[in-house]
T-cell receptor, first 114, second 110 residues
Framework: NAGVTQTPKFRVLKTGQSMTLLCAQD?????MYWYRQDPGMGLRLIHY???????AKGEVPDGYNVSRLKKQNFLLGLESAAPSQTSVYFC?????????????FGNGTRLTVT | GQQVMQIPQYQHVQEGEDFTTYCNSS?????IQWYKQRPGGHPVFLIQ?????EVKKQKRLTFQFGEAKKNSSLHITATQTTDVGTYFC??????????FGQGTELSVKP
């Protein structure tokens, strides 16, 4: 059982470039989340999904888009990367609403935008 | 929106000393989860608290949920080097979102 898998693990982008981060879970979880982590800021929720075909905004959604076309996958897109988006990105999933079941995290993607 | 303050931001202790981190909310919480993140790793679920005044223990770790359900704490007795990491509280938001506190980074000097 792989759990939550994120690809890629590392990426360097130039300002203005685009990219997609992929998150895949094999636990049949309904809920999926994208967080970013910056020093001293904790984990901030970017977008989340409560089921296949649905997405919703979190605390810091600007500059990001997401899609949940399949239940097991949750994609995070950056259309025009900015240095402020340099961060570590974590994907997570949970069986039911995040308040009542644990979040399972992937290993993270370290993104640098120059 | 819901705000949560976690203190302290950093804590340095000598191995064997106790450690406590506090999570305070401006609003009443439905429940709260706690996570640990080792350096270079990802957050890992520790526990969930739901009931007012609830106390749960995991070996040397004691978790408490305040009577008013506006605060929570994690206490580690006799810290070990394996306790090093950042501890996050994560109160549940009614909108289905889990919002994390800023975390308390614990370092343990052997």
């Amino acid at each position: 059982n792989a759990g939550v898998t994120q690809t890629p693990k590392f990426r360097v982008l130039k300002t203005g470039q685009s990219m997609t981060l992929l998150c895949a879970q094999d636990m049949n979880h309904e809920y999926m989340y994208w967080y970013r982590q910056d020093p001293g800021m904790g984990l901030r929720l970017i977008h989340y999904s409560v089921g296949e075909g649905t997405t919703a905004k979190g605390e810091v959604p600007d500059g990001y888009n997401v899609s949940r076309l399949k239940k097991q996958n949750f994609l995070l897109g950056l259309e025009s990367a900015a240095p402020s988006q340099t961060s570590v990105y974590f994907c997570a999933s949970s069986y039911s609403t995040g308040g009542y079941s644990p979040l399972h995290f992937g290993n993270g993607t370290r993104l640098t935008v120059t | 929106g819901q705000q949560v303050m976690q203190i302290p931001q950093y804590q340095h202790v000598q191995e064997g000393e106790d450690f406590t981190t506090y999570c305070n909310s401006s609003t009443t919480l439905s429940n709260i989860q706690w996570y640990k993140q080792r350096p270079g790793g990802h957050p890992v679920f520790l526990i969930q608290l739901v009931k007012s005044g609830e106390v749960k223990k995991q070996k040397r770790l004691t978790f408490q949920f305040g009577e008013a359900k506006k605060n929570s704490s994690l206490h580690i007795t006799a810290t070990q080097t394996t306790d090093v990491g950042t501890y996050f509280c994560a109160p549940y938001n009614q909108g289905g979102k889990l919002i994390f506190g800023q975390g308390t980074e614990l370092s343990v000097k052997p």
